[in-house]
């Protein structure tokens, strides 16, 4: 069974960094594209970035590019997202996903994690 297990939530100041963390068990997570979604209250689940099977690949949402980056250990099995001059509306719920397919959305993902919680305040 996977599991994928996020990590590294939390509350920050505007200006702020926090670095998540995504360990996942149960499958060849070398062999899976690695994303994270967020979600705010009342909004639909975005995607933020995502990252290919070796780590040569990237792409980022307009609203985060600049500011946060996405990685991968393999050896690890864990994927990270480095988030850097955090803003208030960077404020969701962060899900990471696994993925067979670049084409990533909030409907195809091969599995999700619980959540983790970020909170920017102002």
């Known amino acids: 069974q996977v599991q994928l297990v996020e990590s590294g939530g939390g509350l920050v100041q505007a200006g702020g960094s926090l670095r998540l963390s995504c360990a996942v068990s149960g499958r060849t997570f070398s062999r899976n594209i690695m994303g994270w979604f967020r979600q705010a209250p009342g909004k639909e689940r975005e995607l933020v970035a995502k990252i290919s099977v070796g780590g040569g690949a990237t792409f980022y949402s307009d609203s985060v590019k600049g500011r946060f980056t996405i990685s991968r250990d393999n050896a690890k099995n864990t994927a990270y997202l480095q988030m850097n001059s955090l803003k208030p509306e960077d404020t969701a719920v962060y899900y990471c996903?696994?993925?067979?397919?670049?084409?990533?959305?909030?409907?195809?993902?091969?599995?999700w994690g619980q959540g983790t919680q970020v909170t920017v305040s102002s």
């Open positions: 996903v696994t993925a067979s397919y670049w084409a990533i959305t909030s409907q195809n993902g091969d599995a």
